[in-house]
Structure formats: structure tokens, C-alpha cells
């Protein structure tokens, strides 16, 4: 891998126009990537999904150069119909549209001045690999006290001209005091065999809300990863919903950190599974301050040989008295070749909080089965039935109305 | 026995009682009447030791300083306080509880303490007359137990610990008609011309059963009167909004 | 001179040199080939126990410490201990109780241990046949009738070498992890069990009242093995805190059940945590396994871990048999600046497996408390369930409490259900008690109990008393 990586960064650094400092900066982390390579199982986070090996098994070698001189062409029939929306536009990693039509033009700031991410406390090779190859980094600023009118979507799109090719995708917000934003992450895959490596930072200021919903549904043959951090100020809101379904392999990964007094976090995921996928959702809440508050609620429903993992962290800072932290993974398991995995942790250094964890897997209920097929349904039905209902309950701790509506008709699951 | 001289209160500079006043002679039965948020529960807070309020004035207990006495101490030197609400410890046995305080409070005494077999009996003994399920003396303390057996429970080891002075926090809400008579049954029953109680209360209901010698009125803070226990019917009738 | 005179005398020209005084047996410091050989011979071992020794010594030179736990402690350096020291001369130990900590004394009068068992457990020369070792000589008597062996691990590698031979090694093998092989490699005692087809154990065993209870050091090792239809309750340990001068425990214990066999094991740990301020104290890096090798077997794991400064331990089931049964109930509890990392393993290979785990962590003062656990049922394990529920509580912000569970089903027959919780003892429920006359330590004690209860109440009965008392001792102090 060395040798090509070394040379798909040559063709990357020739082709763009970085300054001189600017391209020191990205061999420094060129290197460290090297250094460290993908993460294996050696190392404690991937200890359930060794990326590496992943990469090796479905990819083999991968190209890390891509051209973005040149733009593509946008497909409009992708578009989320019967919602009006904002749009981000990705196609093969390159931004080809930024269309904010909907908004007052004067509360939002849109910047590309490029700027490294490494200031993360929990950062991996991956973000050395993203800070070395990611060619444009948006900066998108909500003005003090506004709230957008509509949902902002981001298509992440690939075509069939790319294979077994690296992305790196990079996209920053600030959410300034009193401001809010509807992010919906939509991934649609023409192309095969790639790894897509994504990483958000999101920055909210005292009573900002931020609520990300990552739709990951048609099924596509690609890797990938996506990191979230989110910096919460005073009374701030973060609601993330992940439906992790389509990719092949899949991690998501959550940090969060409850700075401000009053700030609270929230996640709820949902694993469909099926045919040799491999996701994970990885979440880490920092409670740092007092009366912050967390609530996640994860559900798997996995097929034939597909595994799912799930490994949540609370932490509590001996500062951050009366915090509530909850969160609770589920799993059906449905095939006897599938997997459920899942370390739930607590840290915990204050004494007066509530915080909770619990984790439940197994078969399908074969008494509510029976029940049903009792009532004259056939064994489809009833399954699906139950699967319907294991799994509304996570839809239904989506707090956008509008959005709520989309996910069911685009999920099939209905009250 | 207990002299309450301008006792004032405040939590987090909200003032709730102000300048209280109340001398118990042993025998005497008490009842204060008020409206919620009068500082009727703060009051009983306080004479059992609660942390967290600001106080000035003076509480004598039997010529003591109550101020000096820890939660425990109060209860050793005979303060029996029957909660509102009863907490539930999980994991603990109710017989065990009641051995450990009785106990406590026998050495305190300087009384022998009572082995399994002598406390079995007594509890046993005490059970019964209060009506009180025996089942439920090994069940963990007040956990899964109805509003209801918590208070006769709460009764039940006011009359095991046989203490001077008894406050009785609203033991009366949330009772039926039946649990009500075995709680004043339970008073009833303690009721000498050396023990005396404290009843806290809202309505003249509990006032039918058990007597009570004096009654005030406490409206924010303050009693604003006091009388015999006609005062409790005057109350019942004119509703506290139109006493004044 | 006998043959053990003669091993010494043989040794002594030894290039590192032996020391030759029979008073003071000693090997030098340090590990090697030579020092193993020499415990070996001392101890006059079969051939096969020397080259299970040197196997083991082989493979520690591959193997690195492990360093992913939560407590960190400051590196040992191996090669400047000593591995094998017969027992003090008289002369070296404190002459009365004087001598000792007044405060550890004033545990023994709260704990109620009797005048001559705490001489005993501070090895103070005492002339007196003391009550224990003759106690212990009648139950062997009735045990041998059964046909139970139950003696020091020593006389079981002469005496019952081919039952020690299949066994040992068989659930922890010389392949294991650093501190494990590193014990396979140059233990120095303990007690082997084992229980004949059909024996129902008609007593607890117990090491406290062990024979040889001076000698089994730091590099302890125990094996017991239940053989069909058979059941033992084993309890290891007691409550009274046990000074130690080695600092570094690194014991062993695999227990074996065969089909429709039993085993309890109950520990209380009470070492020497070290001082308020985290001076001295014991590193108990301890390796516990069971093996539910037949079909309806049953192995069952308690403990109560109040001691040592750094406590790591994860006693663990491999549920090989179909139907069989592995259960952890354990009490943790740390003050001042001790350290525990423990847990358990569950690892269901058989059908119809079962587990449980019930964890109590409670953490004051400035101390950290882990509960690490796996549960991991393989696809085979079909129908297996297991229940865990940790539940920790925290006294003061000083300290904390961490819960690191790993959960992996494999098998779509099979229910993980899993359940944890954080929290504190309530100022309500503390003025509840104290209303009723308790003061703020009883109070605690009572809740903190109550909080336990589950897992008191899976001690044999005489055990249980003293370990609700030392729940209450071992939190003393760390209520404001």
C-alpha cells in the first residue's frame, strides 16, 4: 500500500492548489497514516470490526487519487420527493452543489477555507488519512438566532466511473447561539468497492439544535466510515438518528460533548441487516459539566450471516453532577448465522447521577408468533409484523414530524 | 417537653417559617392544620434533623438544645417522626430494620438489647394489634408495599420504639377508612401523660379519631391561631381561603 | 542426611550459590531455569511437574504483561523477587500483637475474630496447638472415609500424581496469559480437592482452616475436581484483613466439574488494601477458571472482595457440557485509593447453556471500581441464555465506577439479557434510618447490605455474617 499511496499523493498535491504549507501539513499526516495503517482489531475500538481486514477481503488495493478538476454531472431524479429541501451535493467525494435556495442568504456563512480537524480527543488513523487527502473543507455558519426554514439534505452519490477507490469527505458547522439546523445524510451508491471515510464536526453554541438523520438504506457494496463530533454549549440539543441498512460494511461513530449545563444529546439507531453486512455504531457522550443529560436507544434486526455491533460509552466527570444518561441495544437475531455484539460501558467519577445501561438479544418471540398466527396470520406476516412493531418504537423517538413521516414511508414501517 | 421559640426557616432565601412558636407539655396532644406549601412538612423536617435549611431560634428538647443533636441523637433521646412518605431500602429486611433501630435506640437508652427471640415476639405482639400483615415483616422495607401499609408500617415502629414525642407528617393522606382506624387505634394506644404527639395535618378527618388537645393553624409560615378542638371544625367548615 | 538435606547440598556449588542455612531456605532472586529447577527439586517433584514448570517458563519469554486494565500499577521488576522462601524463622515475626497496627486490631475486635486466629494470621509465634490445625486433622478423618481427597497441592503432586497429571493445567493452560503462566511456571502451594463419583461433600472446605496455610506464598494454586454426580462448597479466604509482606499474588485456580457435578467456590478477600493514603497493599492478580466439562454440570462463583490495593480478577465459566450452568455473584468494594478490576467470563459452548452474573460494585474515597465482563455464546450453544445485572454505587465524587461488558451472540436460539446501573445512597434513605436511630456509619452499612443482599445471600451461612459485617467495616470513614 505504501508505495501507492505515496504516489496517489504526489498526483493529489500536483493537481490541487494547495500553498506550500498546506501540503507539508498533509504529509505530516500522510505519514502518520502510513505509520499507523487501517485500524485492526489490535486496537480496542476495533476490536469487533477489523477495518483492515475488511479492506483487504472486499477491496484489495485501494487508489487514494481522485480527479476533481472536473465536474459531474448531477442526476435530479435522486431528489427527495415531496419535501422541500436544501441541498449538498457529493458526487464521487467532490462537491458539485451547494444550494441554500430556501434560506435567508444573510444568516448563513459558507466558508472553504481548508482547515485540519485534529483536535479530536478520540481520533484514529482514519482522521490522518482524511486531513491528508480531503480536498475542500465547508464551513457552514448559522447565524445567531436562526433557525432554517428547511431541512438541509446531503446526497452522498457515487457513479460507476470510480472502483476500489478511497473518499474523503469533510464538512463543518457552527450552529451559533439560538440557531437551528434539520440534517438529513442520504447515501446512494452507483459505484462498488470503494471506501468512503466522512468526518463532520458540528459546533453548537448555548440553546442551538442539531438534529442529523443518516439514512444509509439502498443496498451498495461499499465501506464505509463516519465520524461525528459535536460540541454542545448551554441548553443545546443534539438528536442523531442513524438507519444503517445498505452498505456493505458500515461504522458510525458518535462523539459527544456536553460542555454547557442543561445541554443534552440524543441517539437512536436502527440496524436492518442481511447477506454478509457488517455494521457498527459506536457512540461516546461526555457529560463534563453538571445537569446534561443523555438518552440512546439502538435495535437490530439481523439476517442471514450479518452481524451488527454496538459499543456505547458514558462517561460522567466528577464535575458533572446530576447527569442522566440511559441507553439500551436490542437485537433479533433471525438466522442462526447472524451476530449481535455489544459493549455497553460506563464511566463514572460523580456520585449524584442517574445513569443506566441495558442490552437484550435473541430469537423473535415465538409465543407472540404464535399469537398472532393464532389470529390468522401466516408465519411472514406475523414475523413481519413483529419486526414492524420491535422497530417503530426507534422511529417514533424522532422529534422532527415532517422528517419522522419520510423515514417510515422510506423504511416501510407504519403504525 | 418541647418548646419551639421564633423558629424561622428559610431554604435557598425563601423564608417558610417565621417566627414560630409551640410549647408540647408531656401528655399533650398537638394538632397543626394548614394549607400545602404552609411549611407544615418543613416544620417536621427540621424537629427531626433534615439537612439543608438555614435556621435561627431556638427548639428545647426536654430542656436540650435540639440544634446540638444529630438526626439519630433526636431519635435515641425518644423523636419518633412518621413520614409522609415512607422511604423504600431495597434489600433490607423490614424485621431487621426494626431490630437494628430498636436496638440502636435501647443501647442509647441504656437498656439491654433485645435478642432475635425476644424481638420476634414483640413485633409479632405489636403486629397484630396494629392489623398489620406479618407476611409483610419479611419483606424488604416498604418496597412494593401500598401508600397505605407504608403509614401503618411507619405506626408500627412508632409503637415498637415507644418514643416521648411522636410527629405524625400527614400520616392520615392517602389512607382508607380502615387503615385511618388502626393508625389512630396505634396513637391511641401510646397516648399517656408522658407521651406526647405532634399531628401534622390538612384535614379535620384524622381530628375525629384522635383528640387532640390544642390546634393551630399555620398559614404561611406562622400560626395565626390557636384553640381547642372546636378550631378543627371551624376550619373544615369555613375552608382555609375564608379563615382569616 | 535425607534426600531434601542432599538436593541442598547439591545445589550449593551452584554458580549463583545457594543459601545453605536449613532455617532459611532460600532461592536467590531472580527467575531462570535454575531457580525452577531448584523449587522443583525442593519440593521433589515428578519429572513431568518439573517439565510442566519449564514449558511454562519457556513460553513467559514470549509474553508481555498485559497492560489494557484500568488500574495501573508501577512495573515489577521479575527478576528481583524471590520465587521460593521456606517459612520465617521464629525469630522474624512480631512476638505478640503488640507489635501490630492498632488499627488492624481494632478490626479484629469489630469483626469479632477470636485473640489466638489473629495471632495466627499475622504468624505470630504461638506455642499453643491452636484450635484450627487439630479441627482440621478430624475432618480429614471423615473425609478420607468418603474417599474425598483434600490436601495441600505439594502432597497431591506425590500422592495423587495421575489425578494432578490430567488435570492441571487442563482449564488454565501453560499457554495462558502473563500473570498465569508466570504462576504455572513457579508456584509454591495450595490445595487441591477432589470428590469422588456419587460424594456429596458432607462439609464446606474451607482454607481457613488449611494445614499448610503458612506456606502457599504468593504463587498459590488450586485444582479441584468434581467427578460425576458429585458436589463440593469450597471457601477460600476470610474476613479478617491479612498482612502479607509479598507484595505481587499471582494464584491460580481451575476447578473442574464432570457430568451432573457441582462446585461452589465463595471467596472473601481482605488483604492488606494499604494505608488512607494509598501506601503499601497487596496486587492480587488472581486467575480463576472453571470448567463445566460434563453434561448438567454446575459451577458456581462468589466472592466478596473488600482488600488488596489492586484487586484483578475475572473467575470465569467455560460452559463445555450441554445443560450445564455457570453463575458469578460478587460484592466489590473499594475505599481510599484501592483499585479493582474484576469481573467474569461466560462462554457457552454447549447446548443449552446457562449463566448468570450478578455484580455489587460500590466505590468510595478516592478508589476506582471496574466490572469488566464477556458473555459469548458460539453458534453451537444453541437455547443458552444469560442474565447479567451490574449495578454500582458511588459514595462521594472522588471516586468512580466504570462498566466495560462485552456481549457477543452468536447464536440466534439464544438471549443476552444485560442490565446495569449507577447510583448513590439517597439523603432521604440515609435520614430515614438515622429518624430511627441509627447513626450515619450503621445507616450506611444497612443500605449498602441491602444493596448487596443477592449476593450475601449466595454464601454458606456462617461466611455471610462476617462478610455483612466487613461490608460495613470496609466502607468506614467514607461518609461525610
Same mark, same amino acid.
Given at each position: 500500500?505504501?508505495?501507492?499511496?505515496?504516489?496517489?499523493?504526489?498526483?493529489?498535491?500536483?493537481?490541487?492548489?494547495?500553498?506550500?504549507?498546506?501540503?507539508?501539513?498533509?504529509?505530516?499526516?500522510?505519514?502518520?497514516?502510513?505509520?499507523?495503517?487501517?485500524?485492526?482489531?489490535?486496537?480496542e475500538?476495533?476490536?469487533?470490526?477489523?477495518?483492515?481486514?475488511?479492506?483487504?477481503?472486499?477491496?484489495?488495493?485501494?487508489?487514494?487519487?481522485?480527479?476533481?478538476?472536473?465536474?459531474?454531472?448531477?442526476?435530479?431524479?435522486?431528489?427527495?420527493?415531496?419535501?422541500?429541501?436544501?441541498?449538498?451535493?457529493?458526487?464521487?467525494?467532490?462537491?458539485?452543489?451547494?444550494?441554500?435556495?430556501?434560506?435567508?442568504?444573510?444568516?448563513?456563512?459558507?466558508?472553504?477555507?481548508?482547515?485540519?480537524?485534529?483536535?479530536?480527543?478520540?481520533?484514529?488513523?482514519?482522521?490522518?488519512?482524511?486531513?491528508?487527502?480531503?480536498?475542500?473543507?465547508?464551513?457552514?455558519?448559522?447565524?445567531?438566532?436562526?433557525?432554517?426554514?428547511?431541512?438541509?439534505?446531503?446526497?452522498?452519490?457515487?457513479?460507476?466511473?470510480?472502483?476500489?477507490?478511497?473518499?474523503?469527505?469533510?464538512?463543518?458547522?457552527?450552529?451559533?447561539?439560538?440557531?437551528?439546523?434539520?440534517?438529513?445524510?442520504?447515501?446512494?451508491?452507483?459505484?462498488?468497492?470503494?471506501?468512503?471515510?466522512?468526518?463532520?464536526?458540528?459546533?453548537?453554541?448555548?440553546?442551538?439544535?442539531?438534529?442529523?438523520?443518516?439514512?444509509?438504506?439502498?443496498?451498495?457494496?461499499?465501506?464505509?466510515?463516519?465520524?461525528?463530533?459535536?460540541?454542545?454549549?448551554?441548553?443545546?440539543?443534539?438528536?442523531?438518528?442513524?438507519?444503517?441498512?445498505?452498505?456493505?460494511?458500515?461504522?458510525?461513530?458518535?462523539?459527544?460533548?456536553?460542555?454547557?449545563?442543561?445541554?443534552?444529546?440524543?441517539?437512536?439507531?436502527?440496524?436492518?441487516?442481511?447477506?454478509?453486512?457488517?455494521?457498527?455504531?459506536?457512540?461516546?457522550?461526555?457529560?463534563?459539566?453538571?445537569?446534561?443529560?443523555?438518552?440512546?436507544?439502538?435495535?437490530?434486526?439481523?439476517?442471514?450471516?450479518?452481524?451488527?455491533?454496538?459499543?456505547?460509552k458514558?462517561f460522567?466527570?466528577?464535575?458533572?453532577?446530576?447527569?442522566?444518561?440511559?441507553?439500551?441495544?436490542?437485537?433479533?437475531?433471525?438466522?442462526?448465522?447472524?451476530?449481535?455484539?455489544?459493549?455497553?460501558e460506563l464511566e463514572i467519577y460523580?456520585?449524584?447521577?442517574?445513569?443506566?445501561?441495558?442490552?437484550?438479544?435473541?430469537?423473535?418471540?415465538?409465543?407472540?408468533?404464535?399469537?398472532?398466527?393464532?389470529?390468522?396470520?401466516?408465519?411472514?406476516?406475523?414475523?413481519?409484523?413483529?419486526?414492524?412493531?420491535?422497530?417503530?418504537?426507534?422511529?417514533?423517538?424522532?422529534?422532527?414530524?415532517?422528517?419522522?413521516?419520510?423515514?417510515?414511508?422510506?423504511?416501510?414501517?407504519?403504525? | 417537653?418541647?418548646?419551639?421559640?421564633?423558629?424561622?426557616?428559610?431554604?435557598?432565601?425563601?423564608?417558610?417559617?417565621? +417566627?414560630?412558636?409551640?410549647?408540647?407539655?408531656?401528655?399533650?396532644?398537638?394538632?397543626?392544620?394548614?394549607?400545602?406549601?404552609?411549611?407544615?412538612?418543613?416544620?417536621?423536617?427540621?424537629?427531626?434533623?433534615?439537612?439543608?435549611?438555614?435556621?435561627?431560634?431556638?427548639?428545647?428538647?426536654?430542656?436540650?438544645?435540639?440544634?446540638?443533636?444529630?438526626?439519630?441523637?433526636?431519635?435515641?433521646?425518644?423523636?419518633?417522626?412518621?413520614?409522609?412518605?415512607?422511604?423504600?431500602?431495597?434489600?433490607?429486611?423490614?424485621?431487621?430494620?426494626?431490630?437494628?433501630?430498636?436496638?440502636?435506640?435501647?443501647?442509647?437508652?441504656?437498656?439491654?438489647?433485645?435478642?432475635?427471640?425476644?424481638?420476634?415476639?414483640?413485633?409479632?405482639?405489636?403486629?397484630?394489634?396494629?392489623?398489620? +400483615?406479618?407476611?409483610?415483616?419479611?419483606?424488604?422495607?416498604?418496597?412494593?408495599?401500598?401508600?397505605?401499609?407504608?403509614?401503618?408500617?411507619?405506626?408500627?415502629?412508632?409503637?415498637?420504639?415507644?418514643?416521648?414525642?411522636?410527629?405524625?407528617?400527614?400520616?392520615?393522606?392517602?389512607?382508607?377508612?380502615?387503615?385511618?382506624?388502626?393508625?389512630?387505634?396505634?396513637?391511641?394506644?401510646?397516648?399517656?401523660?408522658?407521651?406526647?404527639?405532634?399531628?401534622?395535618?390538612?384535614?379535620?378527618?384524622?381530628?375525629?379519631?384522635?383528640?387532640?388537645?390544642?390546634?393551630?393553624?399555620?398559614?404561611?409560615?406562622?400560626?395565626?391561631?390557636?384553640?381547642?378542638?372546636?378550631?378543627?371544625?371551624?376550619?373544615?367548615?369555613?375552608?382555609?381561603?375564608?379563615?382569616? | 542426611?535425607?534426600?531434601?538435606?542432599?538436593?541442598?547440598?547439591?545445589?550449593?556449588?551452584?554458580?549463583?550459590?545457594?543459601?545453605?542455612?536449613?532455617?532459611?531456605?532460600?532461592?536467590?532472586?531472580?527467575?531462570?531455569?535454575?531457580?525452577?529447577?531448584?523449587?522443583?527439586?525442593? %519440593?521433589?517433584?515428578?519429572?513431568?511437574?518439573?517439565?510442566?514448570?519449564?514449558?511454562?517458563?519457556? $513460553?513467559?519469554?514470549?509474553?508481555?504483561?498485559p497492560d489494557w486494565q484500568k488500574p495501573k500499577y508501577?512495573?515489577?521488576?521479575?527478576?528481583?523477587?524471590?520465587?521460593?522462601?521456606?517459612?520465617?524463622?521464629?525469630?522474624?515475626?512480631?512476638?505478640?500483637?503488640?507489635?501490630?497496627?492498632?488499627?488492624?486490631?481494632?478490626?479484629?475486635?469489630?469483626?469479632?475474630?477470636?485473640?489466638?486466629?489473629?495471632? $495466627?494470621?499475622?504468624?505470630?509465634?504461638?506455642?499453643?496447638?491452636?484450635?484450627?490445625?487439630?479441627?482440621?486433622?478430624?475432618?480429614?478423618?471423615?473425609?478420607?472415609?468418603?474417599?474425598?481427597?483434600?490436601?495441600?497441592?505439594?502432597?497431591?503432586?506425590?500422592?495423587?500424581?495421575?489425578?494432578?497429571?490430567?488435570?492441571?493445567?487442563?482449564?488454565?493452560?501453560?499457554?495462558?496469559?502473563?500473570?498465569?503462566?508466570?504462576?504455572?511456571?513457579?508456584?509454591?502451594?495450595?490445595?487441591?480437592?477432589?470428590?469422588?463419583?456419587?460424594?456429596?461433600?458432607?462439609?464446606?472446605?474451607?482454607?481457613?482452616?488449611?494445614?499448610?496455610?503458612?506456606?502457599?506464598?504468593?504463587?498459590? $494454586?488450586?485444582?479441584?475436581?468434581?467427578?460425576?454426580?458429585?458436589?463440593?462448597?469450597?471457601?477460600?479466604?476470610?474476613?479478617?484483613?491479612?498482612?502479607?509482606?509479598?507484595?505481587?499474588?499471582?494464584?491460580?485456580?481451575?476447578?473442574?466439574?464432570?457430568?451432573?457435578?457441582?462446585?461452589?467456590?465463595?471467596?472473601?478477600?481482605?488483604?492488606?488494601?494499604?494505608?488512607?493514603?494509598?501506601?503499601?497493599?497487596?496486587?492480587?492478580f488472581?486467575?480463576?477458571?472453571?470448567?463445566?466439562?460434563?453434561?448438567?454440570?454446575?459451577?458456581?462463583?462468589?466472592?466478596?472482595?473488600?482488600?488488596?490495593?489492586i484487586t484483578w480478577k475475572y473467575?470465569?465459566?467455560?460452559?463445555?457440557?450441554?445443560?450445564?450452568?455457570?453463575?458469578?455473584?460478587?460484592?466489590a468494594?473499594t475505599?481510599?485509593?484501592q483499585k479493582a478490576d474484576t469481573g467474569?467470563?461466560?462462554?457457552?459452548?454447549?447446548?443449552?447453556?446457562?449463566?448468570?452474573?450478578?455484580?455489587?460494585g460500590?466505590s468510595?474515597?478516592?478508589s476506582d471500581m471496574t466490572y469488566r465482563?464477556?458473555?459469548?455464546?458460539?453458534?453451537?450453544? %444453541?437455547?443458552?441464555?444469560?442474565?447479567?445485572?451490574?449495578?454500582?454505587?458511588?459514595?462521594?465524587? %472522588?471516586c468512580g465506577a466504570h462498566t466495560v461488558?462485552?456481549?457477543?451472540?452468536?447464536?440466534?436460539?439464544?438471549?443476552?439479557?444485560?442490565?446495569?446501573?449507577?447510583?448513590?445512597?439517597?439523603?432521604?434513605?440515609?435520614?430515614?434510618?438515622?429518624? $430511627?436511630?441509627?447513626?450515619?456509619?450503621?445507616?450506611?452499612?444497612?443500605?449498602?447490605?441491602?444493596?448487596?443482599?443477592?449476593?450475601?445471600?449466595?454464601?454458606?451461612?456462617?461466611?455471610?455474617?462476617?462478610?455483612?459485617?466487613?461490608?460495613?467495616?470496609?466502607?468506614?470513614?467514607?461518609?461525610?
Amino acid at each position: 500500500m505504501t508505495e501507492k499511496i505515496k504516489t496517489d499523493f504526489e498526483k493529489t498535491v500536483k493537481t490541487s492548489a494547495f500553498s506550500e504549507k498546506d501540503v507539508a501539513l498533509k504529509e505530516k499526516y500522510l505519514n502518520r497514516f502510513i505509520e499507523n495503517g487501517f485500524p485492526s482489531r489490535k486496537l480496542e475500538n476495533w476490536k469487533f470490526s477489523d477495518l483492515n481486514q475488511i479492506i483487504k477481503k472486499n477491496i484489495g488495493e485501494l487508489s487514494f487519487y481522485n480527479n476533481d478538476s472536473l465536474p459531474n454531472k448531477v442526476d435530479t431524479s435522486i431528489f427527495v420527493e415531496g419535501l422541500e429541501h436544501n441541498k449538498i451535493i457529493f458526487i464521487n467525494g467532490r462537491v458539485e452543489k451547494i444550494d441554500f435556495t430556501y434560506e435567508d442568504q444573510d444568516k448563513i456563512k459558507i466558508n472553504d477555507d481548508f482547515k485540519f480537524m485534529d483536535e479530536f480527543k478520540n481520533s484514529n488513523s482514519l482522521l490522518s488519512l482524511n486531513n491528508a487527502f480531503a480536498n475542500k473543507c465547508y464551513k457552514i455558519t448559522l447565524k445567531k438566532g436562526y433557525s432554517m426554514k428547511k431541512p438541509l439534505v446531503i446526497y452522498h452519490t457515487t457513479n460507476e466511473k470510480i472502483k476500489s477507490r478511497n473518499l474523503n469527505l469533510r464538512l463543518e458547522f457552527e450552529l451559533e447561539q439560538n440557531s437551528s439546523l434539520r440534517l438529513i445524510d442520504l447515501f446512494k451508491d452507483e459505484a462498488e468497492n470503494n471506501f468512503v471515510n466522512i468526518f463532520y464536526n458540528f459546533d453548537l453554541k448555548e440553546d442551538a439544535i442539531l438534529k442529523n438523520y443518516k439514512i444509509d438504506k439502498v443496498i451498495n457494496q461499499n465501506i464505509r466510515y463516519s465520524y461525528n463530533n459535536i460540541e454542545q454549549g448551554k441548553n443545546s440539543v443534539s438528536e442523531t438518528f442513524i438507519l444503517s441498512s445498505g452498505s456493505n460494511f458500515s461504522k458510525n461513530e458518535i462523539n459527544c460533548n456536553l460542555k454547557g449545563e442543561y445541554s443534552s444529546a440524543f441517539i437512536n439507531g436502527i440496524f436492518s441487516l442481511n447477506n454478509e453486512q457488517h455494521h457498527e455504531v459506536r457512540t461516546i457522550i461526555n457529560h463534563l459539566i453538571e445537569n446534561t443529560k443523555s438518552f440512546q436507544l439502538i435495535k437490530s434486526v439481523l439476517g442471514k450471516n450479518s452481524k451488527s455491533v454496538y459499543q456505547g460509552k458514558i462517561f460522567v466527570d466528577s464535575k458533572a453532577q446530576k447527569t442522566d444518561g440511559y441507553q439500551l441495544s436490542k437485537a433479533i437475531l433471525l438466522d442462526e448465522t447472524s451476530e449481535f455484539n455489544a459493549k455497553p460501558e460506563l464511566e463514572i467519577y460523580a456520585d449524584d447521577v442517574k445513569c443506566s445501561h441495558g442490552s437484550a438479544s435473541g430469537s423473535l418471540d415465538e409465543n407472540s408468533i404464535f399469537y398472532l398466527m393464532s389470529r390468522g396470520l401466516n408465519y411472514q406476516q406475523s414475523k413481519e409484523l413483529l419486526i414492524n412493531g420491535y422497530l417503530l418504537d426507534v422511529v417514533e423517538k424522532i422529534t422532527d414530524s415532517e422528517i419522522k413521516n419520510l423515514i417510515k414511508s422510506m423504511v416501510g414501517i407504519s403504525e | 417537653m418541647l418548646k419551639i421559640n421564633n423558629l424561622n426557616a428559610n431554604i435557598e432565601d425563601k423564608s417558610i417559617l417565621k +417566627d414560630f412558636s409551640l410549647n408540647i407539655n408531656p401528655g399533650e396532644v398537638h394538632a397543626i392544620m394548614g394549607p400545602n406549601g404552609s411549611g407544615k412538612s418543613t416544620l417536621s423536617n427540621i424537629l427531626s434533623g433534615k439537612k439543608g435549611y438555614e435556621i435561627s431560634g431556638e427548639v428545647l428538647f426536654e430542656n436540650k438544645n435540639l440544634f446540638e443533636l444529630e438526626t439519630e441523637e433526636r431519635a435515641h433521646k425518644g423523636i419518633f417522626l412518621a413520614f409522609q412518605y415512607p422511604l423504600e431500602i431495597p434489600g433490607v429486611n423490614t424485621n431487621i430494620f426494626l431490630k437494628t433501630s430498636l436496638n440502636a435506640i435501647r443501647k442509647a437508652k441504656g437498656e439491654k438489647e433485645l435478642d432475635a427471640i425476644e424481638f420476634l415476639k414483640l413485633v409479632k405482639e405489636k403486629a397484630k394489634e396494629l392489623k398489620f +400483615d406479618e407476611e409483610k415483616l419479611n419483606r424488604q422495607l416498604n418496597v412494593g408495599f401500598s401508600g397505605g401499609e407504608k403509614k401503618k408500617n411507619e405506626i408500627l415502629q412508632m409503637s415498637m420504639l415507644s418514643p416521648k414525642l411522636s410527629i405524625l407528617d400527614e400520616t392520615d393522606s392517602g389512607l382508607d377508612i380502615d387503615a385511618l382506624k388502626v393508625v389512630s387505634d396505634g396513637v391511641n394506644t401510646l397516648r399517656n401523660k408522658d407521651n406526647s404527639f405532634l399531628i401534622i395535618t390538612h384535614y379535620q378527618r384524622l381530628l375525629d379519631y384522635i383528640k387532640p388537645d390544642f390546634v393551630h393553624v399555620l398559614m404561611n409560615g406562622k400560626i395565626i391561631k390557636s384553640g381547642g378542638p372546636e378550631l378543627a371544625l371551624e376550619l373544615e367548615k369555613k375552608g382555609y381561603e375564608n379563615f382569616n | 542426611m535425607d534426600t531434601r538435606e542432599k538436593d541442598i547440598e547439591n545445589l550449593k556449588d551452584y554458580k549463583y550459590g545457594f543459601s545453605t542455612d536449613i532455617e532459611n531456605i532460600r532461592a536467590p532472586k531472580g527467575l531462570n531455569e535454575d531457580v525452577i529447577k531448584f523449587i522443583s527439586n525442593i %519440593k521433589k517433584e515428578p519429572k513431568w511437574m518439573l517439565d510442566f514448570r519449564l514449558k511454562s517458563f519457556k $513460553r513467559l519469554q514470549n509474553l508481555k504483561e498485559p497492560d489494557w486494565q484500568k488500574p495501573k500499577y508501577p512495573k515489577i521488576d521479575y527478576q528481583d523477587l524471590y520465587y521460593y522462601s521456606a517459612p520465617k524463622s521464629m525469630s522474624d515475626k512480631p512476638k505478640s500483637l503488640d507489635e501490630l497496627d492498632p488499627k488492624l486490631l481494632e478490626t479484629y475486635k469489630k469483626l469479632g475474630i477470636p485473640l489466638q486466629e489473629q495471632a $495466627r494470621l499475622n504468624g505470630i509465634a504461638i506455642d499453643a496447638v491452636f484450635d484450627s490445625v487439630s479441627v482440621a486433622t478430624t475432618f480429614k478423618d471423615e473425609l478420607t472415609k468418603q474417599g474425598i481427597i483434600f490436601c495441600s497441592m505439594s502432597e497431591a503432586i506425590q500422592k495423587h500424581s495421575d489425578l494432578v497429571k490430567k488435570y492441571l493445567g487442563t482449564v488454565i493452560p501453560t499457554t495462558d496469559h502473563f500473570f498465569a503462566t508466570l504462576n504455572s511456571a513457579v508456584f509454591t502451594d495450595g490445595s487441591f480437592v477432589y470428590i469422588p463419583e456419587g460424594v456429596r461433600c458432607p462439609m464446606e472446605l474451607s482454607t481457613y482452616f488449611r494445614i499448610n496455610a503458612s506456606q502457599t506464598g504468593q504463587f498459590e $494454586r488450586t485444582l479441584i475436581i468434581a467427578d460425576k454426580g458429585s458436589y463440593v462448597s469450597y471457601l477460600e479466604g476470610c474476613t479478617a484483613p491479612m498482612r502479607d509482606e509479598n507484595q505481587l499474588h499471582a494464584a491460580n485456580v481451575e476447578l473442574i466439574a464432570l457430568d451432573d457435578a457441582e462446585i461452589k467456590y465463595s471467596t472473601v478477600q481482605n488483604w492488606y488494601p494499604g494505608d488512607e493514603n494509598g501506601k503499601g497493599g497487596i496486587y492480587n492478580f488472581v486467575t480463576k477458571r472453571g470448567l463445566c466439562k460434563g453434561r448438567n454440570s454446575k459451577i458456581s462463583w462468589t466472592q466478596v472482595e473488600t482488600g488488596s490495593a489492586i484487586t484483578w480478577k475475572y473467575p470465569s465459566c467455560i460452559l463445555k457440557g450441554d445443560n450445564s450452568i455457570g453463575e458469578f455473584y460478587s460484592i466489590a468494594i473499594t475505599n481510599n485509593h484501592q483499585k479493582a478490576d474484576t469481573g467474569t467470563k461466560m462462554i457457552h459452548l454447549g447446548k443449552n447453556t446457562k449463566s448468570k452474573i450478578i455484580s455489587k460494585g460500590i466505590s468510595a474515597g478516592f478508589s476506582d471500581m471496574t466490572y469488566r465482563g464477556l458473555v459469548d455464546i458460539n453458534p453451537k450453544a %444453541k437455547n443458552s441464555s444469560n442474565y447479567t445485572q451490574c449495578d454500582s454505587l458511588l459514595m462521594g465524587n %472522588k471516586c468512580g465506577a466504570h462498566t466495560v461488558p462485552y456481549i457477543k451472540n452468536k447464536n440466534f436460539n439464544s438471549n443476552i439479557a444485560h442490565e446495569a446501573t449507577t447510583s448513590k445512597i439517597s439523603e432521604e434513605q440515609l435520614h430515614y434510618c438515622q429518624q $430511627r436511630g441509627l447513626n450515619p456509619e450503621e445507616a450506611v452499612g444497612l443500605i449498602v447490605n441491602g444493596f448487596c443482599k443477592e449476593v450475601l445471600q449466595q454464601l454458606p451461612m456462617e461466611f455471610a455474617v462476617e462478610a455483612q459485617k466487613l461490608v460495613g467495616i470496609s466502607l468506614e470513614g467514607s461518609v461525610g
